[in-house]
């Protein structure tokens, strides 16, 4: 890129989740936009990657996120109408737990708010005793004090198709592509903001920041007070013979069996064409960044993940793991979203670092955030993702 600076009405930095369905959405505007990512989306470098990520309706976390991903189902279709791709699949949604949350921890209530979520919004839904869940999925074995929470429109998504699907849409529309550029500052530069990338300047009326764990570094003070970056992992275990077809007709699931946060597991079916299971555990102790984040997974991380979580609730799979891979969280220390603008420039938003539980809500958050770009307001209730509860951390 040379001479005279390329001018957009709005510039999305970061392609993954949350980047990719906001430029997608603001293409079906007919604006004028730009997408800009360090890598070539989708990508593993970041968070948006490993085949298949939960949704589920009742989202337990909290109500206000509930529209989001109810919005975020309807986009899904109408995606795969558009492209002719799966990108949605609900094979049902099993949570197990003591039904009484976490007290004290990321996960208090989680159950009961799930519950409590399922029946406002009328979200169907299945309450299981252990012995229950142990009859109806095998491959399940349950304490007789745990019970499950069993929503049959949940399920996963593909998340490389998905935003692969919305930047190729995206780029139909009309939004120009710049992958394989690195932003390297977002600057003040009078009646717009200026994007400086190693290939040459960049212009907008609005800036959308939607890198992830890179979110921190490019909007700087007083985001980074508050947004950690953190290295997870998730491994693929072999499932056995006698198991394959409990797995393959397997909903996805969320296990909690403890009072720490990282007392909780998730996992999958078997999927179409391999026979091995995606399960993972979450860990929010260490921080890290984005480029210097160990990629590499060892053999005993794999072995600690069975150890903790898999044995004695799990059936049917192998004791190694024949895949493990790392992503990045963008953590708040509340674990909610943080979508708002920037309090010294109000051109630029910052949208979602989203504490590991996102790729559900991101169609829907693409479409908010389209309209706050454009109109400046948005249908859907974003005030519990505001800067502002943040203030006396921020200070």
Known sequence: MSGRPESFDVAVVGLGAMGAATLYQLARRGVRAVGIDRHSPPHDRGSTHGETRITRQAVGEGEAYVPLVLRAHEIWRELEAETGETLLTQCGCLIVGSGEGASGSRRAAFFAMT?????????????????????????????????????????????????????????????????????????????????????????????????????????????????????????????????????????????????????????????????????????????????????DVAADESRAMRAAHIAGRLHGLGPVAEKSVTCLYAVTPDSHFLIDRHPRNDRVLVVSPCSGHGFKHSAGIGEAVADLATEGQSAFNLEPFALARFASAAA
């Open 115 to 295: 519950r409590r979520a399922a029946e406002r919004y009328g979200i169907a839904h299945e309450m299981l005793t252990a012995a229950e869940i142990r009859a109806r999925f095998p491959q399940f074995t349950p304490q007789d004090h745990e019970i499950g929470y069993f929503e049959p429109g949940g399920g996963f998504v593909d998340p490389e198709r998905c935003v692969a699907a919305q930047l190729r849409r995206a780029g139909e529309l009309g939004a120009v592509l710049r992958t394989g550029t690195t932003v390297l500052a977002i600057e003040d530069d009078t009646a717009s903001v200026r994007i400086k990338t190693d290939t040459g300047d960049i212009l907008a009326a609005e800036v959308v920041v939607s890198a992830g764990p890179w979110a921190p570094s490019l909007v700087g003070s007083p985001f980074d007070a508050v947004l950690s970056p953190s290295r997870q992992v998730m491994h693929w275990f072999p499932v056995e013979e006698d198991r394959i077809a409990d797995w393959r007709r397997s909903p996805v699931f969320i296990w909690t069996h403890g009072p720490s946060p990282s007392d909780m597991f998730y996992g999958f079916p078997a999927l179409q064409g391999h026979r091995a299971i995606k399960t993972a555990g979450e860990q929010y102790d260490e921080t890290t960044q984005p480029d210097i984040v160990e990629r």
